[in-house]
């Protein structure tokens, strides 16, 4: 079984979509140039993707990579027919190699740095779409089929950007049913929300003097247990991160404000303006009055 991920900030982008009752021009071989997402809604549907047939049944879902051979190899006995919808997603998919590593061993949820405000990392959760499927949701999934097939056949105003919401849908519960039937649990550890509620505090608390006591008392727990759970999911102390996000906002002042050194270091909760300058410096390689220089030029 083939399995590719998708990143959580794939831009996806609906090119063609449709309902397609089996007739003779299926026995031909097609191609297109997207990926190609198919759900039957009659079955079966005897499909050949290059040189290796398939037997769908009603509510299987199968995905086909662009340029992709496919052909029906056999006609049903009776009616058959399957929603299909071509997109391309950017990035690509990233096929996942399934033959030494099984696909439940796959760290694909739960991507802790992109929690961080000052990061920028492209670290990202990661949707999970199987080749093959027959997902529980079906009749859920046949839903936004429809409404594709909908939006297609009469396009109106922001048609596309529906589609976009349809295809999405249709990735998510696919995702998330192939997770439920296949990984032993899909819940944040306990830890995690410690670490959710610390990130929240500092994005609001970070200019006031948090010290350790403070902390401890928001928290209703030890400064040292917080700091383990903080320094496992972010990868770095809690002192760090408080530093980078009062720079965080003095560059921002820096550029945007004529507020004075010692005025910006008062502001992100530092009154001490040559230590200001000092932590500034370790974080951005150069002083705060040189950066502002530099981009006031670029302005």
């Known amino acids: ?47 050949q993707v290059e040189n290796e047939k398939f037997i769908l049944e009603a509510g299987e879902t199968f995905l086909l990579n662009p340029w992709e051979r496919h052909m029906g ?5 009776g009616a058959s027919a399957f929603f299909w919808v071509q997109f391309s997603p950017d990035p690509p998919f990233k096929e996942l190699d ?19 405000r000052t990061t920028t990392t492209s670290d990202a959760d990661q949707l999970l779409i199987p080749r ?19 939006e297609m056949k009469h396009p109106v105003g922001y048609f596309r ?11 998510e519960i696919i995702s998330t049913d192939l997770l439920e039937q296949n990984f032993q649990t899909i819940t944040l550890p ?34 040292e247990h917080v700091s383990q759970v903080f320094k496992k999911h972010s990868g770095m102390n809690i002192v760090h991160y408080i530093h980078q996000l009062r720079i965080q906002r003095a560059k921002h002042l820096l550029v945007e404000s004529s507020l004075s050194i010692q005025e910006i270091a008062r502001e992100i909760g530092i009154e001490d303006p040559f230590y200001f300058s000092k ?11 040189k950066y502002r220089e530099n981009n006031s030029r670029q302005r």
Request: aromatic content about 18%.
């Open 1 to 47: 079984m083939k399995y590719y991920a998708a990143s959580r900030l794939s831009v996806f982008d609906v090119k063609w979509a449709k309902q397609y009752y089996v007739n003779e021009s299926f026995y031909t071989y097609h191609y297109n140039p997207y990926y190609q997402l198919i759900m039957v809604s009659e079955g079966p549907v005897y499909l």
């Open 73 to 77: 190899w056999r006609k049903p006995e």
């Open 98 to 116: 399934t033959s030494t590593k099984p696909i439940s061993e796959y760290e694909i949820l739960h991507a802790e740095k992109n929690e961080l």
């Open 132 to 150: 093959r499927f027959k997902p529980s949701q079906r009749f859920k999934i046949l839903n936004h089929f429809e409404d594709l097939d909908k």
């Open 161 to 171: 950007f529906r589609l976009t919401q349809h295809l999405c849908k249709i990735l």
């Open 190 to 223: 306990g830890s995690y929300h410690i670490y959710r509620q610390l990130l929240s505090f500092f994005h609001d608390f970070y200019q006031t003097d948090l010290t350790k006591e403070v902390i401890e008392k928001k928290m209703n727990r030890s400064y």
């Open 279 to 289: 932590i500034f410096k370790q974080l951005e390689g150069m002083p705060p009055s």
